[in-house]
């Protein structure tokens, strides 16, 4: 009992340095597609920077701005009834694992659908949401339960929801910009106006379409990784709240064995689900939003 | 004076800026730490007095089915009274400690009234007694988690230079007796 704890820290230490990396490797990504377009058009950097940052921080701030309404609204969620025994334990679970971890009670949400799964959401811990469905209140008992909300919980203690909202406005970016370099390659290409070019200069820029095509693709396989990572980290910090690795890996078994038949939701949110809503990933892909299940109740049966 | 001079005053400035930060950094943690082993006691304490306050309503509706029962519900309302007495946090844990064991023996016992558990009311105060319980259980897992950090704060380089000097000392845990974490396991 004494060690447990300590592993589970060990854990959640590793997982947060990955994401740290990662998130610095999705900053670079962003600002090389800037200079690459700079570079294509031979204006300065400064002024390419001057004008593609605003874009992608604008992009980024439309997307944290309406981040919550369209997830809840897209879920179809409305607010957990007291009346009702199974929803008013929910809301009591919810209560006790923000007593555990420390922070403000979220409020809390349910969604329709006979498939278990729930979800976080909200911009800081103090109006934060937890949603789950009426699948998981009503197939999962009180220790699953409590395993599930515990992994929601630390998606919110660990601000995953503004990583992942974040991410999500930084991969639009590139996609936007690679979108309009394209665009205005093509224009520019049909005009025909580059006579003074020399061979050294075509090298780079052929280098720089190729990054400006990869680069949408990089990021998404980017914002792949960061999700997964994040997944088993709120795994870990879920287990070390309730202090019952066990009760998670056991709810993990119950929706692994419950194949997805009523997901409801937009595709753009189904990172900050407890397990995809749209297919469930049994092998390790660079694709999927969330870890392989039974890998992540592997690891929960290791700590 | 010479530019030597200069660089080994600027650098100097330049040290002691480096000392204060971190000092400030230190201190204001420090300082965060107990603040959050503060408030999670009152969270438990918070809990406790919720729990205490449900009693009363329970031995209401119990009172009707159970009048063979005198020893269990007086055990119970033993239990609240040591809770509203308690003085000391350590008595409080032991009197909460005992209501939870009171309450565990009376939930079992009540499975052999069918009457009292087709009740709404007992359902329902049930329901809420377990989860105050949950609750007290996990506002205790939440203080020591704080006093973890708060020790590890203050015992750890360069903390413990810092903590010494403000006459701070590690903090002692709460005891959790095995048998409160559980909880009461009631069947219907």
């Not at chain 1, 230490?13 to 690459?36: E, P, Q, Y």
């Not at chain 1, 919110?156 to 370099?181: F, K, P, S, Y």
């Not at chain 2, 400030?24 to 965060?32: A, F, L």
């Not at chain 2, 000097?165 to 974490?181: F, T, W």
Request: some cysteine.
């Amino acid at each position: 009992m004494a060690q447990q704890p300590r592993l589970v820290e060990d854990h959640i230490r590793k997982n947060k340095r990955d994401t740290v990396i990662i998130c610095m490797m999705m900053v670079i990504l962003l600002f090389s597609i800037i200079f690459a377009i700079g570079l294509l058009f031979g204006a300065p950097p400064i002024l390419t920077m001057m004008i593609g940052l605003p874009i992608a921080l604008f992009y980024i701030f439309i997307t944290y701005s309406f981040s919550v309404q369209s997830v809840i609204s897209a879920a179809r969620a409305r607010p957990a009834n007291p009346q009702n025994r199974d929803e008013k334990l929910l809301i009591y679970k919810v209560e006790e694992m923000s007593l555990a971890a420390g922070l403000p009670t979220p409020k809390v949400y349910v969604q329709e659908s006979k498939d278990i799964n729930a979800f976080a959401t909200g911009h800081k811990p103090e109006d934060s949401i937890i949603c789950a469905t009426t699948g998981a209140i009503q197939q999962l008992n009180t220790e699953e339960l409590e395993g599930v909300i515990g992994h929601e919980m630390s998606h919110i203690q660990n601000r995953d929801i503004l990583v992942m909202t974040v991410t999500v406005g930084v991969v639009g970016a590139i996609a936007l910009l690679a979108e309009i370099a394209v665009r205005m390659l093509f224009f520019s290409a049909v005009g025909g106006g580059g006579g003074k070019k020399n061979q050294g200069n075509i090298i780079i820029i052929i280098i720089a379409v190729i990054f400006i095509i990869l680069a949408p693709i990089f990021s998404r396989l980017t914002y792949l990784a960061i999700s997964r990572r994040r997944e088993y980290l709120a795994d870990a910090n879920g287990a070390y709240l309730t202090r019952n690795p066990e009760g998670l890996a056991k709810a993990l078994e119950k929706i692994k064995a419950d194949v997805p038949n009523d997901p409801k939701g937009s595709k753009t949110v189904a990172p900050l689900y407890i397990a995809n809503p749209f297919k469930r990933a049994l092998r390790e892909s660079i694709w999927s939003t969330h870890p392989p299940i039974d890998e992540r109740i592997r690891r929960l049966r290791s700590m | 004076m010479d530019l030597l001079t200069w660089v080994i005053i600027l650098l100097i400035i330049l040290i002691i800026a480096i000392i204060l930060l971190v000092f400030w950094g230190i201190y204001n943690r420090i300082i965060r730490a107990e603040n959050q082993i503060d408030n999670s006691w009152a969270q438990i304490d918070v809990q406790m007095k919720r729990r205490a306050d449900l009693i009363p309503n329970l031995m209401e509706t119990v009172k009707g089915y159970m009048n063979h029962e005198r020893g269990t519900m007086e055990s119970v309302t033993n239990a609240r009274a040591a809770i509203m007495s308690a003085k000391t946090p350590q008595q409080s844990n032991d009197a909460n400690n005992m209501l939870t064991g009171a309450l565990k023996t009376l939930f079992a016992v009540a499975e052999n009234y069918p009457d009292l558990k087709a009740n709404q009311n007992f359902l329902q105060l049930q329901d809420e007694l377990t989860h105050t319980e949950d609750k007290i259980a996990y506002s205790r897992q939440h203080y020591n988690d704080s006093v973890l950090r708060y020790n590890n704060t203050i015992e750890t380089f360069p903390g413990n230079f810092f903590a010494h000097r403000m006459g701070r000392k590690a903090r002692e845990m709460l005891q959790i007796p095995e048998a409160s974490k559980e909880v009461p396991k009631v069947s219907f």
